[in-house]
């Protein structure tokens, strides 16, 4: 505890000192440079950037003075220049050059000499008319305006100058043209006029005449580092009132086509030029963001543009900023990657970034940043060389102080942030070196602390010695001689009193099989290489017997490291191993039948499989065995009797096979297993099968019942087994699952056509959930069901249809028996109800005559105790009748739950809706439960019509039936009606209705609302 806080006291100290000095030291010259040579050191890690393609520089370089021969250059040069760039609709004509003195017409020599000699001649003589016409010709200024006026489009610019700065020093008025340049504030801060670093107090205007002739006009600016380099800029800067925008910011407002007042200064934040945005910091300033070296942008001669030896589309749609180069102009600064960077290149840079938006930051928040990063820096450094081994410390610091330069370059780089680098590194530095000068002392402290803490240990361990339960032991390394206590002789049936010292009383005793362990424990800490000795193993007790012990024990060393003693303890453990042992028994047992559970047979397939993949005639199977009617003998008869009758069916298998060789498991519930190996080729596997299915059938007496199931059998070969036992246990399943699909009590082998099948079979299921999901694929189709013999309708019975989106009409035997195995027949029968409620709506505005829809109700739909509520909320809904609807039922509904089926029947038929049992007379019918049924029709099946005329017997069934209804006075429906022969035998025996093919199959609703 005592080292944490020193750590996390330490740590906070050491950042608090550096964030003070970064508070207080950020305009030290020396420190700043350092930061300065680390930007520039990222600008050159970074590299070159490709500049855009919408900025080009034309250079008055040294090769323009040799051909024009003299600085500065003529005006009248600058107004061909114009004119050209106009002529070539370049977008934005900038000059990176004061003009603020007037040029002459000629010579300064000339013209001095002119203006003397005018006074001294007479008005009216020649010679003064020939000088006053050469002094009203166009000067090169005046040629250099109008071109200006021509082309629209050029930027001029003047600059401020500094001076004192104080209440005194107020600058001159500026003229009208500048100040009309002057923008907008959009915010300012709250706490009141901006602070700038400096503020103009002079100003070096162009001459008038130009300054009214161009487009606009902006400041441009030099504040060079402490280092003497550029590498800031301002946005904005006051003068007389007024917020003066840059070079760079007036450029791009004329090459947006932005109007002055949608350029908005927003104090501590950036500006805004039109849709475009400059971040910058509360003074107005931006880093500028250096693309290169010279020349990365397009760069072309002043003398070969004005000679036009370029081609003039190069400049269309471009701004075009012109400056100059030659030695001794100094309009060239030190950049991160040259010292000769023409400063039109420095104003070409910052338009390139505003206009891509590939800025900079470096704002007021930045400076949080900084604070936050040399907190974390430092509070990390600190908790790594803290929690780390000694000998990791200064790797992992050197890797941290990596990882925070490439995470600084990264957010240089990729997210155009620059964070301070030279104070976090500082702080952790300092961190790093702080803990691991606490470490090194705290590691001393506690070495001697622990010494002092072993002499006491040893004294109260010779007290602890005579009062413990476990056995203790003592061991001098050097003589080689071994306490042993009075307890720990008693563990081992030493009771006579006998003193021994040798180590071989205790190894001599120790199980051969576990004796290597002990000594490679004792070894590997003697060594160091565990913190502490800890073995179990058996020992021999004087009456023979082996018991369990768990030494544990410690090493004493002297000054070198060398063990020179070693004591411990010994604990008996016997009943911790028998429980232990207990324990993995009942992981690969079946705790109710004694027979292996899951996880152990399929270690013993995967046995057999891996046996047979080295031993290819080695020959195996595996019979998956599912109890037919468990679930309903556990739910009619109880959980007890299922569970005796499962251990009954265990003993009766378990003498069926060969226990040497063979295995019987129980994998879950009534799902049994049995491996079968090693038998001959032609053996007959499905006899074997038999033989389980005839000892399961035999009825088993339970208290005072008989009880007698039957079994499905699965068998899988070693042939189809697959690559593990989850697939020979999966290819049973499906071979049972298959089978049981033809009727209980059956035994199949696996066949690989059942995998493609049960494959075809899931797809279709997944198809099915999707259509049920999506709600447009499922269709009602409607048989007429008519009046015998007047052939009138009488009502529709409702047939679901599944309409795929790819595989057209999906006949309803594919789907139904999948929907009623997987659950999805509920909310498929609710759809239905719901849909058939509203076709009765819609139909019962053109029928003549009542008439009934009958929708057919699944089993497991009465699972759901709300059957009744939703058939009353459906019919609410809908508005239809509830004496148009029929729900139709089958007998075998009331196997399971007779009195809850009875109940929502009733339930159903109280709100006046029909009910008809349908195919009566082909289940498990019962008469003490028909009388009880609240019907209104029966339906007879369709295999007893069709047989009518083939067989007395079915014609018997029928003749039975109709008497029945009638003797209730309940109607009768014939189904899978075709011929007029059967209409005529039904109609004989008193059938009312009828239904089939003889008056009209399964028709879409539309096509069904004909029989209306």
Known sequence: MIGRFWFFGLTLLIVATVVVLYRSTRSVPLMRNIEALTLDFR???????????????????????????????????????????????????????????????????????????????????PEAADIDHLLSQSTPDRLFADALRRAGNVLIPYAFTYGQ????AVPPAAPDFILDTAIQVYREPDWGAPLFPVTPTGLLPPLSELGQAAASGAYVNVVFDTDGALRFDYAVLPYDWDYMPSFAIEVMRLYLGVPRDQVLVEFGRGVHIGPLFLPTNRFMGHVVNYHGPAATFPTYSFIDVLEGRVPPTLFRD?????????????????????????????????????????????????????????????????????????????????????????????????????LNYVYPTLSAILAMTSVFGIRVASAEVQRRRAQRALRASEERYALAARGANDGLWDWDLDQQC??????????????????????????????????????????????????????????????????????????????????????????????????????????????????????????????????????????????????????????????????????????????????????????????????????????????????????IAVPIGIDDRTVQITATVGIVRHDHAGGNANDALRNADLTVTRTRRDGPGLAATFDPSFDAEAAKRFDLEVALREAIEAGDQLELFYQPIVTLPARRLAGFEALMRWRHPSRGLISPGDFIPIAEETGLIVPMGNWAIKRACRQIVEWRRLAA????????????????????????????????????????????????????????????????????????????????????????????????????????????????????????????????????????????????????????????????????
């Open 849 to 1012: 005559q009542p008439f009934t829809i009958a929708v057919n109700v699944s089993g497991r739909q009465f699972s759901d105790a709300d059957l009744a509520r939703r058939v009353h909320r459906e019919l609410a809904r809908s508005g239809a009748p509830a004496d148009h609807l029929k729900l139709e039922v089958t007998e075998s509904m009331m196997l399971n739950n007779p009195e809850q089926v009875i109940e929502v029947l009733r339930q159903i038929v109280a709100q006046d809706v029909n009910l008809s049992i349908d195919d009566f007379g082909t289940g498990y019918s019962s008469l003490s439960y028909l009388h009880r049924l609240p019907f209104h029709t029966l339906k007879i099946d369709r295999s007893f019509v069709m047989q009518m005329g083939d067989t007395l017997e079915s014609l018997e069934i029928v003749r039975v039936v109709v008497s029945l209804a009638r003797s209730l006075g309940r109607d009768t429906v014939a189904e899978g009606v075709e011929t007029e022969e059967q209409m005529c035998r039904l109609v004989a025996l008193g059938v009312t209705h009828g239904q089939g093919y003889l008056f009209a199959k399964p028709l879409p609703a539309l096509e069904a609302a004909r029989f209306l």
């Open 165 to 168: 700065n104080g209440p005194e």
């Open 318 to 418: 471009r701004i075009v900023l012109i400056g100059a180069t030659p030695l001794g102009i100094e309009d060239v600064f030190q950049s991160p990657f040259t010292n000769l960077l023409p400063g039109v290149e420095r104003f070409a840079t910052l338009i390139d970034t505003m206009l891509h938006g590939d800025h900079l930051i470096r704002d007021d928040r930045t400076t949080l940043l900084d604070l936050v990063m040399i907190a974390l820096c430092g509070l990390a450094a600190g908790l790594v060389l803290y929690s780390i081994p000694h000998m990791w410390m200064i790797p992992a610091g050197a890797g941290l102080l990596v990882l925070w330069s490439l995470g600084n370059h990264l957010a240089f780089a990729e997210l155009g942030l620059w």
């Open 482 to 695: 071994v306490y042993y206590s009075p307890r720990w002789l008693a563990m081992v049936g030493e009771a006579d009193g006998r003193s021994h010292d040798a180590p071989s009383y205790w190894f001599d005793r120790v199980h051969p099989f576990d004796l290597p362990l002990l000594h490679a424990a004792i070894d590997a800490h003697l060594v160091g290489s565990s913190a502490h000795l800890e073995a179990e193993y058996r020992i021999r007790h004087t009456d023979g017997a082996e018991r369990w012990m768990l030494a544990r024990g410690l090493a004493v060393r002297d000054q070198t490291g060398r063990p020179v003693r070693m004591a411990g303890s010994q604990t008996d453990v016997t009943e911790r191993r028998r429980t232990e042992e207990k324990l993995l028994r009942d992981a690969v047992q079946d705790g109710l039948t004694g027979l292996a559970n899951r996880a152990l047979f399929l270690d013993r397939v995967n046995q057999a499989i891996a046996r047979h993949a080295m031993e290819p005639d080695w020959r195996f199977a595996i019979f998956r065995i599912n109890l037919d009617g468990f679930r309903q003998i556990s739910d009619t008869l109880g959980q007890a009797v299922a569970d005796r009758l499962l251990i009954a069916v265990a003993r009766r298998l378990e003498q069926l096979i060969d226990r040497r060789t063979d295995g019987l498991a129980r994998l879950g519930g009534d799902d049994l297993a049995a491996l079968v190996e090693g038998f001959q080729v032609g053996t007959d596997l499905e006899s074997l099968a038999h033989r389980f299915q005839e000892a």
């Open 43 to 125: 600008f050159q890690l970074r590299g070159v950037r490709l500049a855009g393609v919408e900025t080009a520089i034309i250079l008055i370089d040294d090769a323009t003075l040799a051909a024009l021969g003299r600085w500065p250059v003529s005006r009248r040069h600058f107004a061909r220049l114009v004119d050209r760039l106009a002529a070539a609709e370049a977008r934005v004509i900038a000059f990176d050059l004061l003009f603020s003195e007037a040029e002459p017409p000629y010579a300064r020599p000339v013209m001095d000499a002119l203006t003397a000699a005018r006074p001294i001649l007479p008005a009216d003589s």
